[in-house]
């Protein structure tokens, strides 16, 4: 899929839609200096060595055990998010 595709299925969510797919460890953290749909992309192309600069660079991380507890927190806080299956790829927006 192209990123102009996956830009298109850039979505907003709230955290209580997403917290399920905490359980099975399918959410992705996207640094905000990132583009969404690219890193959907990199992921989609398995691009192994893009993708695993950016974990590296901790620019793609699991969810910390404070953030979790943040969002759970907080019910107004809102992402963007992008399914690149079996991911969710989310970004906390600005309020």
């Known amino acids: 899929?192209?990123?102009?595709?996956?830009a298109l299925q850039?979505?907003?969510a709230r955290w209580e839609w997403m917290r399920a797919h905490l359980e099975r460890g399918g959410?992705?953290?996207v640094?905000?200096?990132l583009d969404l749909a690219s890193v959907g992309e990199r992921i989609a192309a398995d691009d192994t060595a893009t993708v695993g600069g950016w974990?590296?660079?901790k620019r793609l991380t699991r969810p910390s055990a404070e953030q979790i507890a943040t969002?759970?927190?907080n019910r107004?806080?809102?992402f963007a998010m992008l399914v690149v299956s079996p991911y969710i790829l989310v970004q906390e927006k600005l309020l």
């Open 1 to 6: 899929m192209s990123k102009e595709e996956l």
């Open 10 to 12: 850039v979505d907003e």
């Open 27 to 29: 959410i992705i953290v």
């Open 31 to 33: 640094a905000r200096e």
């Open 55 to 57: 974990i590296e660079e």
């Open 71 to 73: 969002w759970d927190e």
């Open 76 to 78: 107004d806080i809102r």
